[in-house]
C-alpha cells in the first residue's frame, strides 16, 4: 500500500511538471521569445530532462553518428508511451516540427502549445483537409523543416510494432527526402497506455542509418507507400526483435 501511495504521489509531481512548463512555454513562446524558434527547442529540451529527472528515467542514446547534418530529412520513430515526446527532444538535436493526430490539438494546454509551434494535425476524417496537410508537408520540407512523425499513428499497448498508416509515406514520394528511424525502447515501461501512473526506469534508443528511396520514386503511390514503410519497418524491427531476444535472456539469467 505504502510503495503504490508512493508511485501515486511521484506521479502526480511528474504530471504537475509536465502542465507547469508547457503553460510556461505557451506564456514565453507567444509572449517573449514569439518566433525564436531556437528558444523553442532550448526551452523543450529543458522540459524534457526535468521529465526525465523527476522521473528516474535513464535514457541510453546510440547511433548519434547516424544523424544527418545540415540535411532535411523525416524522422519516424516507434510510439510506446506519453513519454515519447520529451524523449525525442532529449534525442534529437536542431530543429523539427511534429505531426500528430488533430486530435491532439484539442488537448486542453498541449494542444495550444503545439499550435503555438505550428505543429502539424493529420486530418484522417477528411480527404480533401487530407490532401491540404499533405501539400502543406511537402511545402514545409521543402522550405528545409525536418518532420517528426510516429508511422504507427498512435501509441501501443504492448511492444509489438503495429500496422504503418499510408499517409505516413504518401508524402515523400513528393518530398524525397531520406528518412532516420528512430526506435525507442522501453518507454512503455515507464507509462503504459490508458495509465497516468509514471514508474522509474531505462528507455534505449537508437537512432539508425538514413534508409533512402531514389530506387523507388517512379513507381505507383500504393507501391511506393508499401515498400518505403517495409524498408523503415524492417529497420525497426531489426532493433527491436534484438533488444527483446536480450530482455527475455536475462529474465532467464535471473531465474
Not at 200 to 223: A, E, N, Q, R
Request: aromatic fraction near 12%; include cysteine; glycine fraction near 6%.
Amino acid at each position: 500500500m505504502l510503495k503504490k501511495s508512493i508511485r501515486i504521489a511521484h506521479s502526480i509531481i511528474w504530471w504537475i511538471d509536465w502542465i507547469a512548463i508547457v503553460l510556461l512555454g505557451i506564456v514565453f513562446d507567444s509572449i517573449v521569445w514569439r518566433g525564436n524558434r531556437k528558444m523553442y527547442r532550448r526551452a523543450e529540451n529543458f522540459w524534457a530532462w526535468t521529465l526525465m529527472k523527476l522521473g528516474g528515467i535513464k535514457l541510453e542514446i546510440i547511433g548519434t553518428e547516424n544523424l544527418p547534418k545540415n540535411e532535411t530529412v523525416v524522422y519516424m520513430a516507434n510510439h510506446q508511451s506519453d513519454i515519447d515526446w520529451p524523449i525525442i527532444f532529449r534525442t534529437i538535436p536542431g530543429q523539427y516540427l511534429f505531426l500528430a493526430k488533430k486530435e491532439l490539438f484539442d488537448v486542453p494546454i498541449f494542444g495550444v502549445y503545439m499550435k503555438i509551434q505550428n505543429y502539424i494535425p493529420i486530418e484522417r476524417d477528411s480527404i480533401r483537409k487530407s490532401f491540404k496537410t499533405y501539400k502543406k508537408i511537402v511545402s514545409l520540407i521543402g522550405s528545409g523543416n525536418s518532420i517528426v512523425i510516429y508511422p504507427e499513428g498512435t501509441r501501443s499497448y504492448n511492444r509489438e510494432l503495429q500496422k504503418f498508416k499510408s499517409f505516413s509515406f504518401s508524402f515523400l514520394q513528393d518530398a524525397r527526402v531520406r528518412v532516420v528511424p528512430v526506435a525507442i525502447d522501453g518507454s512503455i515501461d515507464i507509462q503504459k497506455k490508458g495509465s497516468p501512473l509514471i514508474s522509474p526506469g531505462k528507455v534505449k534508443v537508437t537512432i539508425l542509418p538514413p534508409v533512402s528511396f531514389d530506387d523507388i520514386y517512379d513507381l505507383d503511390t500504393k507501391k511506393f507507400c508499401l515498400t518505403a514503410s517495409n524498408r523503415v519497418r524492417r529497420s525497426l524491427l531489426d532493433v527491436l526483435e534484438k533488444s527483446e531476444v536480450i530482455r527475455q535472456a536475462e529474465k532467464i539469467i535471473a531465474i
